[in-house]
């Protein structure tokens, strides 16, 4: 049996799985209980551990967790079916369809030289596609709906940069780094929670303006800062005998201080 015949194959079997699981002769309740909103949560989850293991690089890992994410979209899709709606063949197709006409140096005659051209034809054909979505204002709105604050909070940025929106230098920045942090303190003491709210939200963005001008990437560094702060704290766990709370703030910054140490050194090592 060839790869192509043993993908469709174990393909099918995932389908017949699923269908079995929602058939309300024998099924799984749990299953049967689902509806697509749901079940929005896991498919959030589910993509989200697919990065994780892809961050590790253990094989088995990203193959178990994309595994666990087709099944969502198999999921979602029998659902629409046993709803009357559409199934995984008109899934499947849809974005068959969208590859090849969005792909036109690959399918067709057209001529590109270089990866922004292929970039640039990429956002013609979408536009192309729905008018009404070509509108900046409806991209930045769908980017806000659909992506993880500081995904969104980035594409915007970058969108709106393409439009004009956009300084002359990094100084400019800088500046409304300096006056979004300034209004952010004035209204910890004088203003609304709701106003706190906004304005920290003016301050973030302009961060995320920051890593766009410095080539950064703000959800991945924030994501480095978390994983730190997480093994720099099983290290101080490890050398404790008590609970953490139970030391005095002097203790905790002793410990966490040895912690950066040891992880310093050991990187220095390696």
Known sequence: MN??????????????VVAKLRDPDGGCPWDLAQTPQSLMPYVIEEAYEVVDAIRTGDEDAIADELGDLLLQVVLQAQVAKDAGQFDLAVVAQKITTKLIRRHPHVFSNLEVETLDEIGQNWEQIKDAENPTEARLSHKLKRYAR???PLMAGMKISKKAAKAGFEWETIDGVWDKFDEELAEFKH???????????????????????????????????????????????TLMEEVTDRPLSEYSLDELEELWQQAKSKIAKANSDS
């Open 3 to 16: 790869n192509r015949s043993a993908s469709l194959d174990a393909l099918q079997q995932l389908i017949e």
């Open 146 to 148: 659909s992506l993880p």
């Open 187 to 233: 209204a910890l003491q004088h203003e609304s929670q709701e106003n706190q709210q906004a304005e920290l939200g003016d301050l973030l963005f302009t961060v995320i303006n920051l890593a766009r001008w410095t080539g950064l990437d703000p959800a991945a560094a924030l994501q480095g800062t978390n994983e730190r702060f997480i093994k720099r704290l």
